[in-house]
Every structure is written in structure tokens, then in C-alpha cells.
């Protein structure tokens, strides 16, 4: 756990007033590890003067890591109880949405990119799509894949506000104002946001690049929360109250290859 203070040149962001926000990076499949960071979670707000606590992922829940199965149904069946729970669409959900409901031939591409240890967790080898037609493997996948699920990814949302900070899943384009952003653009953007260094006028949270040291990337601009936790075992969250910008984390339990 970290604190970090503006400089006197940097402006200084803050929170909505009596709240408090945990912004969780991507969780790709990690339910061990996000179960772990909601236990540090509940015990720091509960440790805090009372106010209204409210936790955001990121965006990026499936995929990659071993039990996404397991992390959408904790989150549909089972929220945390201590707090009003949102998460955002990542490019994993997109794809995820767009096999499973509007473009089959894209499922090859989904399986490849992380998707076929999602789909292990629902029960299924994905080594048995292999060969299929892709309307066939959207049939198959429809039957062990709860509409449940989909429906909950559906509703994720592209955006969160939260006084200076903006929660997006990958970034924002730097050109365009905060109410002109592409959503499918703040779901898979790169560069030129992540060098981007003059001042947005708000603080952008987000996911989706690993940072290299496998620890949260804070700048005056922008907080960096993806850890690579399906390699690491690190699973961050920023915690922003008033004024104040913190970092909590799960140890680390695996090496990067």
C-alpha cells in the first residue's frame, strides 16, 4: 500500500464528496486473487470513518486466468455487500459479446486471444469447437455458457465519473473531449494515450496494459491498473477518497514467463 502527493505544479484531483471509490484493474479470470483483494478491500473501508463506499472493475473479468466462470457468477450472485458494485466493458467482454451473439466467424479469433480457458471454466474443451463451423461452435458454446452471464455483460458500462477521475477500461483518445470519446475506442486504446503527458483536465483510471514493473503506473494524468494478474498473482486496486490516492494490492503468487 502506497500514497502518492501531487506536486505544486500538478493539479490537485479528488474524489466525489463522501465517498469513497476502489477502481479494480483487470481481473482476466483471477477469482482466488479477486476474492483476496475484496477481503483487503472490505477490511480498509470498514477501518475508515463511515461514507459511501462503491467499487468499479475495470473491465477485463474473463479470459486468460482459470475461472471466469466463477468470477461473473460471484459478481451476478454474490456482490460485495459493503458496497454499490459497477464494472466496465472491456475488449475481453467485446469479444466475448460479439462470438457469442453477433459474429460466430469471430470465435476462432476469441478462443485464440484468451477466450479458450473461459470457456474451460464453463465446463467445455475448447479443443472440441476446433474444426466446427463457426455458427456450430456458437450453438455449442450457447449450451454451456449461461444467458445469465451474457446478459450480466451486456449491461457493463463503457464509462464511470467520479469527481476528477475518469474509469475507463484501456484509455481515452487525448484529442477528443471526455463526452466525445468512442466507446469501442476507450476499450482498446493504446497510444497515443498511455504517453500521453500534458493535462487532461481530470484523471484518467484504467486497465488493459500491463505495466512493466507489474505495479500500478501513477502520473499526473493517468493511474495504470493492470498488475498482468493471470502471470503475476498481482491484483490492484487505487482507492480514491477526497483528495487522497492510495494502492492496494494482492502478493504476488506467480512469476512473470
Same mark, same amino acid.
Given at each position: 500500500? /502506497?500514497?502518492?502527493? $501531487?506536486?505544486?505544479?500538478?493539479?490537485?484531483?479528488? =474524489?466525489?464528496?463522501?465517498?469513497?471509490?476502489?477502481? *479494480?484493474?483487470?481481473? #482476466?479470470?483471477?477469482?482466488?486473487?479477486?476474492?483476496?483483494?475484496?477481503?483487503?478491500?472490505?477490511?480498509?473501508?470498514?477501518?475508515?470513518?463511515?461514507?459511501?463506499?462503491?467499487?468499479?472493475?475495470?473491465?477485463?473479468?474473463?479470459?486468460?486466468?482459470?475461472?471466469?466462470?466463477?468470477?461473473?457468477?460471484?459478481?451476478?450472485?454474490?456482490?460485495?455487500?459493503?458496497?454499490?458494485?459497477?464494472?466496465?466493458?472491456?475488449? #475481453?467482454?467485446?469479444?466475448?459479446?460479439?462470438?457469442?451473439?453477433?459474429?460466430?466467424?469471430?470465435?476462432? &479469433? %476469441?478462443?485464440?486471444? =484468451?477466450?479458450?480457458?473461459?470457456?474451460?471454466?464453463?465446463?467445455?474443451?475448447?479443443?472440441?469447437?476446433?474444426?466446427?463451423?463457426?455458427? &456450430?461452435?456458437?450453438?455449442?458454446?450457447?449450451?454451456?455458457?449461461?444467458?445469465?452471464?451474457?446478459?450480466?455483460?451486456?449491461?457493463?458500462?463503457?464509462?464511470?465519473? /467520479?469527481?476528477?477521475?475518469?474509469?475507463?477500461?484501456? =484509455?481515452? &483518445?487525448?484529442?477528443?473531449?471526455?463526452?466525445?470519446?468512442?466507446?469501442?475506442?476507450?476499450? %482498446?486504446?493504446?497510444?497515443?494515450?498511455?504517453?500521453?503527458?500534458?493535462?487532461? =483536465?481530470?484523471?484518467?483510471?484504467?486497465?488493459?496494459?500491463?505495466?512493466?514493473? /507489474?505495479?500500478?503506473?501513477?502520473?499526473?494524468?493517468?493511474?495504470?491498473?493492470?498488475?498482468?494478474?493471470?502471470?503475476?498473482?498481482?491484483?490492484?486496486? $487505487?482507492? *480514491?477518497?477526497?483528495?487522497?490516492?492510495? *494502492?492496494?494490492?494482492?502478493?504476488?503468487?506467480?512469476?512473470?514467463?
Amino acid at each position: 500500500m /502506497f500514497k502518492r502527493k $501531487a506536486s505544486k505544479s500538478e493539479k490537485v484531483h479528488a =474524489g466525489s464528496d463522501n465517498k469513497r471509490l476502489y477502481a *479494480i484493474g483487470d481481473v #482476466h479470470g483471477c477469482y482466488a486473487e479477486m476474492q483476496s483483494l475484496l477481503d483487503m478491500i472490505k477490511a480498509d473501508h470498514t477501518a475508515l470513518p463511515e461514507k459511501e463506499c462503491i467499487i468499479v472493475f475495470l473491465g477485463d473479468l474473463i479470459d486468460r486466468g482459470p475461472e471466469s466462470q466463477k468470477v461473473l457468477e460471484s459478481l451476478i450472485s454474490s456482490p460485495p455487500d459493503f458496497a454499490k458494485t459497477y464494472a466496465l466493458i472491456g475488449n #475481453h467482454e467485446e469479444m466475448f459479446l460479439r462470438a457469442l451473439k453477433d459474429d460466430p466467424i469471430l470465435i476462432p &479469433d %476469441w478462443l485464440t486471444y =484468451g477466450g479458450d480457458t473461459c470457456v474451460q471454466s464453463y465446463g467445455l474443451d475448447p479443443e472440441k469447437l476446433r474444426g466446427l463451423d463457426p455458427a &456450430d461452435m456458437q450453438v455449442v458454446l450457447k449450451k454451456y455458457i449461461p444467458q445469465s452471464h451474457i446478459d450480466y455483460i451486456e449491461t457493463l458500462y463503457d464509462s464511470i465519473n /467520479f469527481g476528477d477521475y475518469l474509469l475507463v477500461h484501456a =484509455g481515452i &483518445d487525448p484529442a477528443l473531449d471526455r463526452d466525445a470519446q468512442d466507446p469501442r475506442k476507450v476499450r %482498446w486504446i493504446r497510444e497515443p494515450f498511455l504517453s500521453y503527458t500534458k493535462p487532461l =483536465g481530470y484523471r484518467v483510471v484504467h486497465g488493459h496494459t500491463i505495466t512493466e514493473t /507489474f505495479e500500478p503506473v501513477i502520473t499526473h494524468n493517468r493511474v495504470g491498473l493492470d498488475t498482468g494478474c493471470y502471470d503475476t498473482g498481482i491484483l490492484s486496486a $487505487a482507492v *480514491i477518497e477526497g483528495e487522497t490516492l492510495r *494502492i492496494l494490492s494482492t502478493p504476488q503468487t506467480a512469476f512473470p514467463t
